[in-house]
């Protein structure tokens, strides 16, 4: 069988979306165990309160990951925008690596840059501010320190309030897709071939020009929130695949 790498990306697993775990369970014991590797590009979780998380839901998603990494798969992790409190004890449970949020690596010969690629997203100046504080790592020492219960009831209300968002207008939805410039500027700064993220909940593959008029690809990974979305790579290619919701 040809080498295989898979990249997964916005599936936001929480206990209120079961249909969503169902059919990633499905995926970690069906298609990735026939992967050389697995990449989780950000946002697994809708929210991830902090590795102390003993929730019979966090276990068994830790659970079934071990299960994977036990059988050979290599598997990567770069944080999302939700879930960028994961860290060294997750790991440590279910034989992960975690990747800095900028990543390069060699995919079948080419140069690759992986992220989650909300930090791409520059038009949309109040978030790259919030994200800048959030992620300030005293801040994030800070939300570990803080009693589990409460942290709980922080993420509970952040999916509230996202629940109850109204429907975005086509110039929202402008601001919060990436920056063609940041695109090229960070395909250039690590001299890649080919950037793969996730983040706008948008798969498809684009040509991009770079400033020495070289083409590259940039691909975008799908959500999982309407159906199951991963991206195969293989030395002979690279294709986008769905799976329906059960």
């Not at 929480?14 to 050389?36: G, V």
């Not at 071939?193 to 400033?211: D, F």
Request: aromatic share 8%.
């Amino acid at each position: 069988m040809a080498a295989t790498t898979w990249f997964i990306a916005d599936l936001h697993l929480s206990p209120a979306r079961p249909d969503i775990t169902a059919l990633f369970l499905q995926f970690l014991r069906q298609q990735a165990p026939n992967a050389d590797a697995l990449y989780i590009l950000g946002d697994l979780f809708d929210a991830w309160i902090g590795d102390d998380d003993n929730s019979d839901f966090a276990q068994s998603i830790q659970a079934a990951l071990a299960e994977l990494t036990q059988q050979g798969v290599a598997v990567y992790f770069i944080a999302g925008n939700r879930d960028f409190l994961i860290g060294p004890s997750f790991a440590t449970r279910t034989g992960v690596t975690l990747l800095p949020e900028a990543s390069v690596i060699d995919l079948y010969g080419c140069r690759t840059l992986i992220m989650h690629g909300d930090s791409l997203c520059t038009d949309d100046v109040s978030y790259q501010r919030f994200r800048r504080i959030i992620r300030h790592p005293w801040l994030t020492k800070l939300l570990l320190r803080l009693p589990l219960a409460w942290r709980m009831r922080i993420a509970n209300k952040l999916r509230a309030n996202s629940a109850t968002q109204k429907p975005l207008t086509d110039a929202q939805l402008r601001i919060m897709d990436v920056n063609q410039h940041a695109v090229v500027e960070a395909m250039q700064q690590h001299q890649v071939q080919w950037l793969i993220h996730g983040h706008t909940h948008r798969p498809n593959i684009h040509q991009v020009t770079l400033a020495n008029q070289a083409l590259a690809q940039r691909i975008v990974l799908g959500d999982w929130y309407q159906q199951g979305s991963w991206l195969a790579v293989t030395a002979q290619g690279l294709q986008l695949h769905t799976a329906p919701l059960r």
